[in-house]
């Protein structure tokens, strides 16, 4: 089996999330932290055609992009990276010793949703990486919607905002920018009562669920 370009790069995106995974069979990819507050399903082109469990994502990832137009097979034991007489071989890990996500998706309640481009992340996270902001905030005040970068514990931090939308709702929806590890591309966003940012891709084929900060301000669910 080859693997596309698309799912390879879901898999770099996963690995940044966990080193673990475990890969089910059929075209769905799943992944979780090891803290719980980052969860991620991906639907691919490829049907995997068994189950098997991989301990250090990293370090496959290397062997499945160091040669181009390589067939992968899923054996018993181990996966092998083939390209002409060279071959890689690689051996799955024990599924009880890594932390695998759930095979279902999270029910998300709508609670304010809105919807960010390629260029809206791309911003985000240049702005978080130029003022070295540790938080990500989406808050309405009744009136605008603006998500900034920034500080909250100390009030003279560099920061970056933005305007977003509009609501006659209030809240303010804070997320670890850490936790921001997203598939560059455009996404439908949704904040949940439930305390957690919900995205889904243009295509609808990657999601995710983002835990956000205790002190987060959601409808009826406060502090």
Same mark, same amino acid.
């Given at each position: ?35 719980? &507050? ?32 390589? !067939? ?85 931090? &560099? ?12 809240? !303010? ?51």
């Amino acid at each position: 089996m080859k693997l596309s370009k698309g799912t390879l790069d879901t898999l770099k995106n996963f690995a940044t999330i966990n080193t673990n995974i475990l890969i089910r069979e059929g075209s769905t990819l799943s992944t979780i932290s090891t803290g719980k &507050n980052i969860f991620a399903r991906a639907t691919v082109t490829e049907s995997f055609p068994r189950e098997f469990a991989i301990y250090d994502l990293n370090g496959l990832l290397p062997l499945l992009t160091l040669m181009e137009d390589t !067939d992968v097979d899923f054996g018993d034991e181990s996966l092998k990276v083939t390209k002409g007489s060279s071959v890689f071989e690689y051996f799955y890990a024990d599924p009880n010793i890594i932390v695998s996500a759930p095979d279902k998706s999270i029910e998300v309640d709508n609670f304010f949703q809105f919807d960010l481009t390629k260029d809206d992340i791309d911003m985000i996270m240049k702005a978080a990486a130029i003022t070295a902001a540790p938080m990500l905030s989406v808050v309405g005040d009744g009136n605008e919607v603006v998500m900034q970068v920034g500080d909250p514990s100390t009030p003279k931090s &560099n920061s970056f905002r933005q305007v977003i939308g509009t609501t006659d709702k209030k809240f !303010d929806a804070k997320l670890a920018v850490e936790n921001f590890k997203v598939i560059p591309g455009s996404y439908s966003v949704i904040l949940s009562e439930k305390k957690f940012m919900f995205l889904e891709s243009s295509k609808g084929d990657t999601k995710y669920w983002l835990a956000l900060e205790r002190s987060s301000v959601i409808g009826d669910n406060n502090g």
